[in-house]
C-alpha cells in the first residue's frame, strides 16, 4: 500500500475549486489540496523587517493557516513528487516558494507547473514541461510586498497619532486618493465659461418637409472660425442669418472602417464590466476567479471557461486565433472573416507581453450553452469575455461618413458664413453585430444620426428656422471606479492585481465615497492627502510611483531587490523624522446627528475609535453615554418593523441588513430604496446606478427621487 502511495504525486494550488476541475484533468495519479492562498506572510503585530540586514523578511504561519500547513505536511510524506500549480504570476511564484518553504519533506521533489487556462491540452502540456522555482520571480514580489509593509506599517502609525485611529497609508492608495483629490479641487476651481451655438434647420428648394436636415454654424467660408461668447453676439448674428442665401459649397463622401477592440486586459475588463454590467472592480474580480478556477457544467463536470484573469497582455494563443475564425465562418458567414488574423500591440505602460488576453477557453462554447449551469452574473461576465474575443477577430465595420459645407450669403453686409453638416452611415456592420466597447459609444451617436437628404455642389437650399442655444464649458467629471482605473494604468501605477484591492481600500477607510458610482473625496481623505502631500511629496508622486514600478517588475528578470528597497528607503526614512515633529493634531470636527442623548438632552456625535465609529455624547466628559452606528436607507424591512442599515461583512463587503437582528434575519446587497414598488408595494434596491429594481415583481425604472441621506442610529 505504501509503495503504491509513492507512486502517486501531489499537486497544490490555491483553492478547492481549482483542484476539482484539475482533478477531472489529472486522474486519479495525482492527489490533489488547496492552500487557500499564502501560507506564510509578514506578521501582523509587528514590522516583520529587519531593516537593519537587508530588509530580510521574518514570514510566520498565520494562527487561521496552521490547520492547512499542517494538512498539506502530512499529504507530502508518502510522495516523491511535489507539484506546485499556484497561478502564473509573482504572486503565484511567491506563493509556491512559500509552500516549498512550510513542507520541507526530505527526498521530497518540488517541480513548478505554470499554465494560463485550465483545459486539458494546457494542464497536459504544463506538466511535461515543469521547472523550478523561479526565484527572481519571487525577488519581485518579495520587494514589492517589503515596500509596501514599509510604507504602510512606518507611515499609518504617523497618521493614527496625528489625525486619527485606524487610519492607513500605502504605496499606491495614496497616489489613487491624491488623483482623485485633484480632480476634487479642479471641479472646486472650475469656472464656467458661456459660448453660444447656432443651428439652421434646411431643405432642399423643392423638398417637402420630411426631408428637412440641420446644419452647425462653424465659421466664414474662408475657414476663419467663429466665437460666440454672448447672447447679444448670437442675436446679430441669427439676424444676419436669417436675411442670408444658402446653398451647398460642397459636399465629400468618405469611406471610414472601424476597427474592434482587442480582447480583455484585467484593466480593461474591469472598466467594461462597470460600463455594461455596473460591476464593481472587486465584485468583476471575483466571478473571473471563479470563470478560471472552474464551474460544473452537467455531466462535464467542472470546468475552466476563461484563461487567466490577471493580465496585461493583448496577445492570444495562435490556436483560439484558428478557433475564432472558424467560428466565425460558420456562423456570421465569410465576409465576417478579416483577410488576415489580428494581433494587437500593448501599448499601456509597464505592460509585461508574458500572459495572454481573458478570452473563453472554447470559443465554441457559447455562452447560451452554458447560461443554465452559471449564477446571473457569472453568465454575464462570460458573455462579455466570449463577445469581445469573438468580435475582436470579426471584420471591421464599414461607414460612409458625408460632410457637407453650405454657404449663407449675407449680401447687405458682403459675407458669407459657412455651415456643416455630417451624418456617418453603417454599410457593413462588420464586428457590431456582436460587441461594441464603450469606446464607440460616442460613435454609435453618430452612426444613429438621420441620414442627409441627396444634396449636390450648387443645390439652393431653404431656411426653415434658425435654432441659437446658450451653452457652459464643463467641469472635469468626478471619477467612477472604471476611470480612476484608466488613469492609474495611463500613470503606469499598480498592476493587473491590484486595481481592486486599492479601489476597495481608499473606500473602506473613508478617504473617498462612492454615491451612484462616483467617487468623491472625504474630509478626511481631504486632510489624510495633504498631509502625505506635503511631507512625503514622493510617495504620492506619480511619476515616482510609475517608476518604481517599473524597478520593482525590473526585478523579475535582473537587478538587486535588496538595493532597490534600500534606495526607497533612505528618504523615505528621513521624511517621516521629519514629518513625525513637524506635524501638529488635527482636529477635525466631529459629525453632528439629529439624536439627543437620552441621558442629558445633548446632540450624539458620530466618532471613531478602535474598533471603528460610534455615536458619543457631545457633552462628554461630563455624560459618557455611547452607542453603536448604523447607517439607514429609510427602507422598511419587508419581513418586520425594522429599517435596513447598511453593514460590512467579515471579508469587507458592503451589504444592507435589518435593524433588529439577531431577531430579523432580513439582508439584501443592493443598496434598498425608501420607496417602495410602484407595480406591487415591495421593497426596491437601486439598479445600474440611477436606476431602481422590485426584489419581488419584474418592475425597473428609474428611482422615483434622490434616496434619503443616511443618518445614524
Request: charged share 25%.
Amino acid at each position: 500500500m505504501t509503495s503504491k502511495k509513492k507512486n502517486k504525486s501531489l499537486v497544490i494550488v490555491e483553492s478547492p475549486a481549482k483542484a476539482r476541475t484539475l482533478s477531472k484533468i489529472l486522474g486519479n495519479e495525482y492527489d490533489l489540496k488547496a492552500s487557500l492562498g499564502h501560507v506564510r506572510d509578514l506578521p501582523r503585530s509587528n514590522l516583520g523587517v529587519d531593516i537593519e540586514h537587508g530588509f530580510t523578511p521574518k514570514y510566520v504561519v498565520p494562527r487561521a493557516k496552521s490547520k492547512t500547513v499542517k494538512e498539506l505536511r502530512d499529504a507530502s510524506k508518502n510522495v516523491s513528487t511535489i507539484y506546485l500549480a499556484t497561478d502564473p504570476d509573482r504572486e503565484g511564484e511567491a506563493i509556491s516558494w512559500h509552500l516549498a518553504s512550510v513542507i520541507k519533506q526530505n527526498n521530497t521533489r518540488f517541480r513548478r507547473v505554470v499554465f494560463h487556462e485550465i483545459t486539458e491540452e494546457a494542464i497536459q502540456h504544463a506538466f511535461k514541461h515543469p521547472r523550478a522555482i523561479d526565484m527572481q520571480l519571487v525577488n519581485a514580489q518579495q520587494a514589492r510586498r517589503i515596500v509596501d509593509r514599509l510604507v504602510g506599517y512606518k507611515l499609518s502609525p504617523l497618521l493614527w497619532k496625528k489625525v486619527r485611529r485606524g487610519l492607513s497609508a500605502g504605496r499606491v492608495q495614496s497616489v489613487a486618493l491624491r488623483i482623485v483629490v485633484d480632480r476634487e479641487r479642479e471641479i472646486e476651481n472650475f469656472i464656467p465659461v458661456e459660448y453660444w451655438t447656432i443651428e439652421a434647420e434646411l431643405s432642399k428648394k423643392e423638398a417637402t418637409q420630411e426631408n428637412t436636415f440641420r446644419a452647425s454654424l462653424v465659421g466664414f467660408l474662408d475657414g476663419t472660425k467663429i466665437d460666440l461668447n454672448s447672447e447679444e453676439e448670437t442675436t446679430r448674428l441669427t439676424v444676419r442669418l436669417e436675411q442670408a442665401d444658402y446653398l451647398v459649397h460642397h459636399t465629400k463622401t468618405k469611406k471610414a472602417t472601424r476597427q474592434p477592440a482587442p480582447p480583455f486586459i484585467t484593466s480593461t475588463l474591469q472598466q467594461e464590466a462597470f460600463h455594461k454590467l455596473r460591476f464593481s472592480a472587486r465584485q468583476t474580480m471575483a466571478l473571473a476567479q471563479q470563470l478560471y478556477e472552474g464551474l460544473p457544467l452537467g455531466d462535464e463536470g467542472s470546468v475552466g471557461l476563461i484563461t487567466y484573469m490577471r493580465t496585461d497582455s493583448t496577445q492570444v494563443s495562435r490556436t483560439a486565433v484558428v478557433e475564432a475564425r472558424e467560428f466565425i465562418n460558420e456562423k456570421y458567414g465569410a465576409a465576417y472573416v478579416p483577410p488576415h488574423a489580428r494581433s494587437f500591440t500593448r501599448r499601456v505602460k509597464g505592460a509585461q507581453e508574458a500572459h495572454e488576453a481573458i478570452r473563453p477557453t472554447r470559443i465554441r462554447r457559447e455562452p447560451s450553452q452554458v447560461k443554465s449551469y452559471l449564477a446571473a452574473n457569472q453568465f454575464k461576465l462570460y458573455e462579455l469575455i466570449w463577445k469581445r474575443m469573438v468580435a475582436s477577430q470579426m471584420a471591421a465595420a464599414i461607414f460612409d461618413n458625408t460632410s457637407v459645407d453650405i454657404e449663407a450669403e449675407c449680401k447687405e453686409y458682403r459675407t458669407i458664413y459657412l455651415l456643416r453638416a455630417s451624418c456617418s452611415l453603417n454599410r457593413f456592420p462588420g464586428f457590431t453585430v456582436l460587441y461594441t466597447a464603450e469606446r464607440d459609444n460616442n460613435e454609435e451617436e453618430a452612426v444613429k444620426s438621420s441620414p442627409l437628404p441627396d444634396l449636390k455642389k450648387g443645390d439652393n437650399l431653404r431656411l426653415l428656422g434658425l435654432f441659437p442655444e446658450q451653452r457652459f464649458t464643463q467641469p472635469p467629471p468626478r471619477f467612477t471606479e472604471a476611470s480612476l482605473i484608466r488613469m492609474l494604468e495611463q500613470y503606469g501605477i499598480g498592476r493587473p492585481s491590484t486595481y481592486a484591492p486599492i479601489l476597495s481600500t481608499i473606500q473602506q477607510r473613508e478617504y473617498v465615497t462612492k454615491s451612484r458610482s462616483i467617487l468623491q473625496p472625504t474630509e478626511l481623505g481631504i486632510v489624510v492627502n495633504d498631509l502625505m502631500s506635503q511631507h512625503f511629496p514622493d510617495i504620492v508622486d506619480t511619476e515616482f510611483t510609475a517608476r518604481l514600478e517599473d524597478e520593482l517588475d525590473g526585478i523579475a528578470s535582473k537587478g538587486n531587490w535588496v538595493d532597490i528597497v534600500q534606495d526607497f528607503y533612505t528618504p523615505l526614512e528621513k521624511n517621516l523624522a521629519n514629518a513625525t515633529e513637524q506635524i501638529e493634531k488635527v482636529k477635525l470636527p466631529d459629525e453632528l446627528t439629529d439624536e439627543t442623548c437620552p441621558n442629558c438632552g445633548r446632540q450624539l456625535a458620530i466618532k471613531t475609535g478602535r474598533f471603528g465609529k460610534f455615536l458619543a455624547c457631545t457633552g462628554y466628559p461630563d455624560c459618557k453615554y455611547t452607542k453603536s452606528f448604523q447607517k439607514k436607507t429609510g427602507a422598511i424591512c419587508p419581513q418586520c418593523d425594522g429599517e435596513l442599515v447598511e453593514r460590512r461583512s467579515k471579508k469587507g463587503r458592503t451589504f444592507y441588513g435589518c435593524s433588529n437582528y439577531p431577531n430579523c434575519n432580513f439582508a439584501v446587497f443592493s443598496r434598498p430604496l425608501p420607496e417602495p414598488c410602484p407595480r406591487c408595494d415591495a421593497l426596491m434596491t437601486e439598479y445600474r446606478g440611477n436606476q431602481a429594481k422590485c426584489t419581488k415583481c419584474s418592475y425597473k425604472g428609474r428611482i422615483p427621487q434622490e434616496p434619503a441621506h443616511a443618518t445614524s442610529s
